[in-house]
């Protein structure tokens, strides 16, 4: 439910708005909202013309029918570039790359999101400070992008990194930098 919420939240739409955009389509009468003051909104933002969607309010129906159900996960594009460019580009010292394709990514943090409930920002601050982790080691034995989301084991048992640093995160428990440095005049 949640993922839905946040999906018509992101298209600029309240959940009333929605639920108007809903009815309308399948001809009921909506039911304890101004149904007025949300056909205007709709209008306005291009998703209801004549009190009929418009190609813009039918597409977002049809994503969230295909995409937002009960257990799935959407993954927004523009957090799976964001994710991705946080890796250094490249091949690590393994010789594997350490960017793996978006459409991995988006398949990792399918499950990720379904099998843990952590938010966007703490999955960037997590990753960003395994990063840097590594960058003192020069990225020696540093996972992917992909496998950091999460990696099978040889008992079919899937584990993800990501979620213990997560865990640091919240915890607070952000271990202190040993890099030395002295500043230059």
Not at 8 to 20: A, C
Not at 21 to 32: A, C, E, F
Not at 133 to 158: A, G, P, V
Request: proline share 4%; glycine share 4%.
């Amino acid at each position: 439910m949640l993922q839905l919420f946040e999906y018509i939240e992101d298209n600029g739409l309240t959940p009333n708005q929605y639920y108007l955009l809903w009815s309308i389509h399948h001809k009921r009468i909506p039911k304890h909202i101004n149904g007025n003051l949300e056909l205007k909104s709709l209008i306005a933002d291009g998703f209801v013309k004549d009190k009929v969607l418009t190609a813009k309010g039918l597409e977002l129906l049809d994503i969230v029918n295909k995409e937002v159900k009960p257990g799935t996960v959407v993954v927004k594009t523009f957090d799976v570039e964001s994710y991705i460019n946080i890796f250094p580009s490249g091949k690590l010292p393994s010789g594997k790359p350490s960017r793996v394709n978006k459409k991995n990514i988006e398949e990792a943090f399918k499950w990720f999101f379904k099998n843990y409930d952590y938010d966007w920002d703490t999955v960037v601050k997590a990753t960003q400070m395994y990063i840097d982790e590594y960058e003192l080691k020069k990225y020696m034995y540093m996972r992917n992008s992909q496998y950091f989301i999460r990696k099978q084991n040889t008992d079919k048992t899937w584990e993800s990194e990501l979620a213990n640093y997560c865990e640091i995160v919240l915890s607070g428990d952000e271990p202190e930098s040993n890099h030395f440095s002295e500043k230059v005049v």
